[in-house]
């Protein structure tokens, strides 16, 4: 199960708000200022068949806020890195997939965007998948579909993810391939927006985690910048700004 931080703050999807203003990715992370780029260290991780955190993971942004291009490393180097791609008024038109060679694997293309849903069609090696996202009110559903050996498309991921008002991210339900949660993260945060506690439930209710999120040192645009968890393992962040 996956503990890494920059999840809880990041749903990869390109929404308008009921302005009409576009929802940027930093927004949507919950990071104050011009991000111009966004370091994520785990420290201390104690990585099982069960549960794979990536030591260090890169995002870069353009200057209005939106995700360019995401690189995940392990022990060896890049592990695998994501290029995002827009048009001139930043409307998501897909994205590429590289190895750790950054040679390509795979490709995503946006078949849809509207004010509050996108759906693409992706090929990642011999696979073939459909993802739809979407938000009603304050609740956001990410959905992935693959395509069997029937050639024909089944659910296997799907993630309910509520908000409240402030758009904090309360709980996250995470489904396999039934539509029987597997298991659901709920969030607290204090009077500043910063999250202070996550409790993960098995699907019948029982506590599986607790977890104890304290902030150890604020930025200049006062984004938390270093977490200790009550495991004993660590979450750094180095942002720098346009």
Do not use: W
């Given at each position: 199960m996956n503990k890494k931080l920059y999840i809880l703050l990041l749903t990869m999807f390109v929404l308008l708000s009921c302005k009409k203003e576009k929802i940027n990715n930093l927004i949507q992370m919950g990071?104050?200022?011009?991000?111009?780029?966004?370091?994520?260290?785990?420290?201390?991780?104690?990585?099982?068949?069960?549960?794979?955190?990536v030591p260090k993971i890169v995002f870069e942004f353009n200057e209005?806020?939106?995700?360019?291009?995401?690189?995940?490393?392990?022990?060896?180097?890049?592990?695998?890195?994501?290029?995002?791609?827009?048009?001139?008024?930043?409307n998501y038109l897909g994205k590429k997939i590289l190895d750790e060679?950054?040679?390509?694997?795979?490709e995503c293309i946006?078949?849809?965007?509207?004010?509050?849903?996108?759906?693409?069609?992706?090929?990642?090696?011999n696979s073939i998948y459909k993802t739809s996202r979407f938000l009603e009110g304050n609740v956001y559903t990410e959905l992935y579909?693959?395509?069997?050996?029937?050639?024909?498309?089944?659910?296997?991921?799907?993630?309910?993810?509520?908000?409240?008002?402030?758009?904090?991210?309360?709980?996250?339900?995470?489904?396999?391939?039934?539509?029987?949660?597997d298991f659901t993260n709920h969030y607290q945060y204090n009077s500043k927006g910063i999250v202070q506690k996550i409790v993960i439930k098995d699907k019948n209710g029982k506590i599986i985690e607790d977890l104890d999120y304290n902030?150890?040192?604020?930025?200049v645009e006062g984004n938390c910048i270093q977490y200790k968890i009550s495991d004993g393992t660590e979450i750094k962040y180095n942002i720098e700004y346009y």
């Open positions: 990071i104050k200022g011009k991000a111009k780029s966004m370091e994520v260290l785990n420290l201390n991780f104690q990585n099982t068949p069960e549960a794979y955190v209005k806020g939106f995700i360019t291009e995401e690189t995940e490393y392990d022990d060896n180097g890049v592990h695998n890195r994501i290029q995002y791609e827009y048009d001139e008024e930043n060679n950054l040679e390509k694997i795979g946006s078949v849809g965007n509207l004010p509050n849903k996108r759906e693409e069609d992706c090929t990642v090696k579909l693959y395509r069997n050996e029937q050639e024909e498309f089944e659910q296997y991921k799907k993630e309910i993810i509520h908000f409240d008002k402030k758009m904090n991210m309360t709980s996250k339900e995470s489904y396999g391939f039934s539509d029987e949660v902030c150890m040192e604020v930025d």
